[in-house]
């Protein structure tokens, strides 16, 4: 039998991305059929001279660029036209080598129809008012779309209480400058964010861990940290915590907020990805909104780059918080404001919601395949990332650094933990980062291979 060869003269950069180029180019002009077989990585590699890693690394680049598609235990075949969709795909890669599955990005096929509608509505008007400075704390057409957002039943923010941001780290800035102070005491999950912890370091504060099980921090744990700390201000994530994907439940979020109360506690609640889970408990705020500020965002939800962020905050921390607004950015951008509005109001916001929520429950529900017997089962399948705990055998650095030797980029525990014990146990896997569907198969098959296998001797254990 003859053996497909490309013509990697004909195209540039390293070896890899020829051959990635290479195969791209034959489909396109047809010299591979939909349906094609694609040789064997290891008979490849010997008929063109180079090493079977640099072949496995060009196929899966095609995998992220939807072009084919792996078949298991028979192979690699160009994509029919008729196959299935691979679900959401991201521009290709330009490294060329590694899956990152570390950071929580993805694309919405529904993006560039709603961008060029929404900027030829724009240049039928005349915008040139959102060029222009604002209040600080954001129009009031832009705040009302922003409480909308916000709104669900049982809590409706005015938008009079909303303050627009660049987004929800902005928004956590902003909010973490004006409840505190250089050498305070914040509380947080004793998994937490990673950028909360960098705002600590710029602003000079400590994170207090506070203890959690399945529906985040415990209310005793909270108590006792009240009594033994000096500290007026705790951020929390009730609703899809990242990365643990906990869900507090009503009875808790009432006692939080009884207690917050009682310890005349300020609270930052990060909703940014409760927009995701529809049936989501109440927000603290809605139970002690003297004492909360509610911070969302786009991001997770519609579209990470229009930089639109939310703050639904009480009266009386309004203008500390347009302060930091002015002093920061003076305003949040205008322009990408107006386009968020417009999503808001005439429902694209939404249907890139639902679309996005949909694509996140079928990558979930591929990594409960792929993993099936590794992880544990999740009721949050509309997240972003899986929280995987590890086997007993390995320690999440062992485990990264065997996955990153294989591939692909994960996020260990430690990028999370604020003095936890045990923090080794879990890994953090963003579903929505891979590119497609068969870039995710792809790489949930090999951290299935690493987790059922033994650590190498020579990987870091803890």
């Given at each position: 039998?003859?053996?497909w060869s490309?013509?990697l003269?004909?195209?540039i950069?390293?070896k ?5 180029n ?10 591979l ?7 064997p ?6 008929h ?7 072949v ?21 075949y ?6 299935p ?10 490294s060329?080598?590694m899956i990152d ?5 993805y694309?919405s096929?529904?993006w560039?129809?709603?961008?060029r ?5 724009l ?12 209040s600080a704390?954001?129009?009031v057409?832009h705040?009302?779309?922003?409480a ?10 005015t ?6 941001t ?7 800035a902003v909010?973490?400058?004006?409840l ?15 950028p909360?912890?960098s705002?600590?370091h710029m ?7 506070i203890?959690?099980?399945e ?8 108590e006792?940290?009240c009594?033994?700390q ?11 915590q990242n ?18 109360q009682?310890?005349?506690l ?5 909703d ?5 889970l ?5 927000p603290?705020t809605s139970y002690?909104?003297?004492?909360c500020c ?12 229009l930089r639109?962020?939310?703050i ?9 918080i ?8 003076w ?7 107006e ?5 808001i109001?005439d ?8 679309a996005?929520?949909q ?6 529900r591929?990594?409960a395949t ?9 009721t ?7 929280w995987?705990?590890?086997p ?22 430690q990028?999370?933990?604020?003095g ?5 146990d879990?890994?953090r896997?963003s579903?929505?980062?891979a590119r497609?569907?068969n870039?995710?198969?792809h ?12 650590p ?7």
């Amino acid at each position: 039998m003859t053996i497909w060869s490309p013509d990697l003269s004909r195209t540039i950069g390293s070896k890899m991305q020829r051959l990635a180029n290479a195969i791209a180019t034959d489909i396109a002009v047809g010299r591979l059929s939909p349906g094609e077989k694609l040789p064997p990585q290891r008979e490849l590699a010997y008929h063109l001279g180079i090493s079977v890693g640099t072949v496995t690394r060009a196929y899966g680049e095609v995998h992220r660029r939807g072009l084919v598609e792996g078949l298991v235990g028979s192979g690699t075949y160009v994509r029919r036209s008729d196959a299935p969709d691979p679900g959401f795909v991201l521009p290709p890669d330009t490294s060329g080598s590694m899956i990152d599955l570390s950071i929580s990005v993805y694309a919405s096929p529904l993006w560039e129809p709603a961008l060029r509608n929404s900027l030829a509505q724009l240049a039928d008007t005349d915008g040139t008012a959102l060029l222009e400075y604002q209040s600080a704390v954001g129009a009031v057409r832009h705040r009302a779309a922003g409480a909308a957002w916000l709104r669900k039943p049982g809590y409706a923010p005015t938008p009079d209480s909303v303050i627009m941001t660049m987004g929800g780290q902005h928004a956590l800035a902003v909010t973490f400058s004006a409840l505190s102070r250089p050498g305070d005491t914040v509380l947080v999950e004793n998994f937490v964010y990673p950028p909360v912890r960098s705002l600590a370091h710029m602003f000079g504060l400590t994170l207090k861990g506070i203890d959690m099980d399945e529906q985040g921090i415990l209310p005793s744990s909270l108590e006792t940290a009240c009594q033994t700390q000096s500290a007026s201000l705790i951020y929390l994530t009730p609703t899809l915590q990242n990365p643990t994907n906990a869900i507090m439940g009503d009875a808790r979020r009432v006692d939080i907020a009884a207690l917050a109360q009682r310890y005349d506690l300020r609270i930052i609640e990060d909703d940014v990805t409760g927009a995701l889970l529809p049936d989501a408990p109440l927000p603290i705020t809605s139970y002690a909104p003297d004492r909360c500020c509610l911070v969302s965002s786009v991001s997770k939800a519609v579209a990470p780059g229009l930089r639109t962020g939310f703050i639904a905050a009480p009266p009386d921390l309004h203008e500390p918080i347009a302060d930091r607004i002015r002093a920061f950015s003076w305003m949040a951008t205008p322009l990408t404001a107006e386009i968020t509005a417009n999503w808001i109001e005439d429902g694209t916001a939404s249907r890139m919601l639902a679309a996005i929520s949909q694509e996140n429950r079928e990558r979930h529900r591929l990594a409960a395949t792929l993993l099936d017997g590794l992880i544990e089962p999740t009721t949050a399948q509309v997240s972003p990332h899986l929280w995987y705990r590890l086997p007993d055998r390995w320690g999440s650095s062992g485990f990264v650094e065997a996955a990153q030797a294989m591939g692909v980029r994960i996020a260990a525990a430690q990028s999370f933990a604020v003095g936890q014990r045990g923090a080794g146990d879990y890994i953090r896997i963003s579903v929505c980062a891979a590119r497609s569907q068969n870039e995710l198969r792809h790489a949930l098959g090999i951290l299935a291979d690493i987790g059922n296998g033994m650590p190498a001797r020579n990987l870091a254990i803890l």
